[in-house]
């Protein structure tokens, strides 16, 4: 038997319109369409970030500290700040979450030493805020931070989802579009959109070793 040998199927953003409007029971014939389309793609894209963690947005970067300087702008691609080490003089020291009202109370900001706590203010630009204030300008705080997907830009564009994502993205743009042109089709497509985003959240979770124990009742001899 002869196969492909092929591991690269992808589809483009014209691709994904075309398989979601036939799933709606209709043809991407104009230019607006596509545009449509599009526009609902990337709104798809930031409703997935708000449904929970994807694994293949975490980036790990790094931001220098300054001496007697605690605040520290991010990139505006960060969602979130899953965790946090200040890395010195190659040893790292993991820090402590706090909210934001634990961080206005903190009752001298100004102090400065090895900095164990931070606050994440999610503004549009994110500010990181650190505390204590470091105290010198050779350590490096390292963070894995939860960033945004790409944007579907052009009709030529791939995409930079994994690619058990594939039919999950492609079912929920066709239930994003049904909402706009098919209402006969909300409830099914909505249906189907459901059961692959669950099945592919299932595979991108994070995988940890378990032990399986035995309920020793079954083994009791009478």
Excluded: H
Excluded at 121 to 148: C, F, G, H, M, W
Excluded at 159 to 173: D, K
Excluded at 209 to 220: G, I, Q, T
């Amino acid at each position: 038997m002869t196969t492909s040998s092929s591991t690269d199927f992808n589809l483009d953003v014209a691709e994904y319109i075309e398989e979601a409007f036939e799933r709606c029971g209709l043809e991407a014939k104009t230019g607006y369409d596509l545009q449509t389309a599009r526009r609902s793609m990337n709104i798809m894209l930031a409703e997935w970030a708000n449904r929970g963690l994807n694994q293949w947005t975490i980036e790990q970067r790094t931001q220098a500290l300054t001496a007697n300087d605690s605040e520290y702008s991010l990139g505006t691609d960060i969602i979130d700040i899953l965790s946090v080490v200040v890395r010195r003089s190659g040893t790292d020291f993991s820090m402590t979450r706090i909210s934001r009202d634990t961080f206005i109370n903190l009752p001298n900001k100004t102090s400065t030493s090895r900095p164990t706590q931070y606050f994440l203010d999610r503004q549009i630009t994110p500010n990181l805020k650190l505390y204590p204030t470091p105290e010198n300008s050779t350590d490096v705080i390292v963070y894995d931070a939860l960033t945004r997907m790409q944007d579907a830009d052009t009709q030529v564009n791939t995409l930079e989802i994994p690619f058990r994502f594939i039919p999950c993205l492609t079912a929920g743009l066709a239930y994003y579009i049904a909402m706009k042109r098919a209402p006969d089709r909300i409830q099914l497509l909505k249906t189907v959109y459901e059961e692959e985003f669950e099945r592919a959240m299932a595979e991108d979770r994070d995988r940890s070793a378990f032990n399986v124990s035995p309920k020793l009742d079954y083994y009791k001899v009478g």
